[in-house]
């Protein structure tokens, strides 16, 4: 610490002590206070015992408790001694009730649904499957745990903060009584990654034991932890504009707001509205006045992020042609491993649309006892019903619906009643009793067997079908489609009438189209010329052919990637409407001869060698036509090719491995985390226009081509999380700014690092980019341990396109490899943006 840090702690001790605001007996961090008023909470913090359930013949009993910061889930086996394990609520995602995971339907005729529920993880974690004793105490764990999740979600940022403070107090206080002596706060510096030495460390110490106890209490180390945290530098940039150095006044931060964060309308009402949502003072907020602490709460919020907060809304006109958007997909979504021998699963197609992705992928051959089933055909991985697919689908694509289980397979109950009873009209009660005699299952789970709420987008989703089965198990395929999905199938033109252009995502919400082979064309079904089905090529994706094309492997493998013909089943072919696949010839040949609502899809591979043959032509192509890239069969390990070569020359759906991590579904989500996550990106206008070629490679050309100057510089990170489990280890933190764009932008730089701080480490490093087409631009943001005897160790990372920086200053709130929050860890920059001349 720095003499002039320590002056400035000295110098706020008073008010920190003083403070208010941060206290670890906060009502909404301790759930003590509200217990004795909520009974779910009371037994959870009893505790149960129930079956955790992995397979048909793993059920395993385990003792779960809530622990008493309410955050916390502890659970053990009564074999395992002193082992357990815990997890923290703000990791669950949802909670599912009764028979809604592949694991609890193989057990269903064991344990009654309204005994069973899932908790569901964020990011790529698997699903927690547990069987409570009683109906009564999986109920007492299901709503309370959705009170849990419920109280995280709806905590403002200064709760948040609160928490984090007291989850590190529980950590450090090792012997559980309430207080932390010096020897806890030294172990403490380590959790926390900050290599200081002992005499400052014990200084600290010293300053914030204002009863001289020589121990920490809860108060005490809320003081402790703010001047560990002080920021001098959000405090350089605070005393820049004050005037008295000690608070910004109204005209303060209007100046700042105008020269560093460049708003220009409206700035006065915006910086009240500021003081009004961040400063914690109620005094200040008379005086129109902000503190320090209110300038970093807001610096810290959504508003103060490098993420323009107007753009994480729906802001795009979404009325124009799907050719014109690009699409969030997914690559045989159903894998949630390796292409191989993977698990096939519901919850891949769950975890995909809950990301956003509007076009998932299913690979149908035929199955047993006339059920088409869904996996990777000549592989070793798992397979599952298409039936199952469809239901999932129909539930997550744009709602919640309930799901029931009966002998037939996972059904929405909408549907089993429309199956029951029709279009008739009938009390809910009555006919909640007739579909539980039919299908055997508890009355009261008509009412409670449902799901979490999900903020799904309402944009059209596309079903890609890779089609292997016989006519028979097609006309199945088509049956439960319809039936299952109802109106939600889109199986005719909007109008009725024969359509001219693609529609927009905006005329197909709510709606399902089918990607697949189709007989004969809109026209020809409009003028009811379709009889008998067609025969011909029922799949275009055979990825044994990439394999067999590219690498001349043995003669087995090429007598297994000949595209089989079979026939196509009208009912099938009836449910495909816009998205009608066909094979490509060529640019020119698609230009002539193709319709509006055929699409192609090519190989990674293929669709490099058009880039490189005729990049100007394939943009051009992509204004009309949808096209799909998806990667290699060579990727058996499930990797991801870079989405950005495609995305280039518009290419809509280039379709990913959701299931696996990395700098790709980094892109993806960067690419799609605007626009309300709705799925649907519009492309830039240059790539939108069929009279005018835009090639990435000469995007000097383009009409309107003004490239920009990005200046970051990289000021500090805040408690980056360690990576190296070695006792002891301190992150050495390097932050690496990457461009994603055109040939041209492509560009990496990196700070220096810094020793032994991932707590605070401060950088003031400037890095500088040239960006020839800002439009098509992505920054992705990395933070890395430093190792100069090996690769570094991935810590956090941030992906946001260009056009959706704010400039000035801004903090970047980093994600895990996964995608999911690694709070509050960050990173705290300056943007400027210029025009090169």
Known sequence: MTERQMAYT??????????????????????????????????????????????????????????????????????????????????????????????????????????????????????????AESAEEAQSWIKGIRKLIDTLENMGEREKLDQWICDWFKKADKNRDGQMNFKEVRDLLKMMNVDMNEHHALRLFTMADKSQSGTLEDDEFVVFYKMLTQREDVLRVFQEYSGDRQKLTLQDLVDFQREEQLHEDGVQQYALELIDRYEPSDTAKMLHVMTIDGFLMYLSSTE?????????????????????????????????????????????????????????????????NGEPIVYHGHTFTSKIFFKDVVSVLGNYAFKTRALVQSKQGIMPFDYVCKVIWGSRPLPGSVLAAVVCRVFHFNPSLIHTHSLSPLQTSQYPVILSIENHCSVDQQKVMAQHLTQILGDQLLTSTLDGMTPISLPSPEDLKGKILLKGKKIGGLEDKMNGMVDDPLTGEVSDEEEATEIDEEHHRN?????????????????????????????????????????????????????????????????????????????SGLRTDSSNFNPQDMWNVGCQIVALNFQTAGVEMDLNDGLFSQNGRCGYVLKPAFMRNTDKSFDPEIPQNQDGYQPLSLYIQVISGQQLPKVNIKEGSIVDPLVRVEIHGVPLDQAKQETRYIDNNGFNPVWYDTLQFNIQVPELALVRFVVEDYDKTSKNDFVGQFTLPFSCIQPGYHHIHLLSRDGTSIAPASLFVHIRITKVT
């Open 10 to 131: 000295e110098r706020s001790l008073r008010y920190l002590s003083s403070d208010p605001i941060l206290t670890c007996s906060s009502p909404v961090l301790s759930c003590r206070s509200g217990i004795q008023a909520d009974d779910d909470l009371k037994s959870m913090i009893v505790g149960t015992v129930m079956r955790k359930i992995k397979s048909r013949t793993w059920k395993k009993q385990r003792y779960f408790r809530l622990q008493d910061d309410c955050m916390t889930i502890w659970y053990k086996s009564k074999k395992a001694g002193n082992a357990h394990s815990t997890f923290s609520v703000s990791d669950v995602e949802a909670v599912r009730e009764g028979h809604q995971s592949e694991v609890l339907l193989s057990i269903a005729d064991e344990f009654p649904p309204d005994r069973c529920f899932t908790l569901v993880f964020r990011g790529r974690r698997g699903n927690l499957d547990l069987v």
């Open 304 to 368: 103060g992020s490098i993420f323009n907060p107007a753009m994480l809304e729906l802001y795009q006109d979404m009325t124009q042609p799907l050719s014109h958007y690009y699409i969030s997909s997914s690559h045989n979504t159903y894998l949630l491993e390796d292409q191989i021998r993977g698990q096939s699963s519901v919850e891949g197609y769950i975890q995909a649309l809950k990301r956003g992705c509007r076009c998932v992928e299913v690979d149908c051959w035929d199955g047993p």
């Open 555 to 631: 003669d087995s493998i090429r007598h297994r990637s000949k595209k089989s013909k079979q026939g196509l089943s009208k009912e099938l072919s009836n449910c495909v409407v816009y998205c009608k696949s066909v094979h490509f010839s060529g640019f020119k040949h698609s230009r002539i001869h193709s319709k509006f609502y055929e699409m192609s899809s090519f190989t990674e591979s293929k669709a490099r060698k058009h880039m490189r043959e005729a990049g100007a032509e394939f943009v051009l192509h992509n204004a009309r036509q949808l096209s799909r890239v998806y990667p």
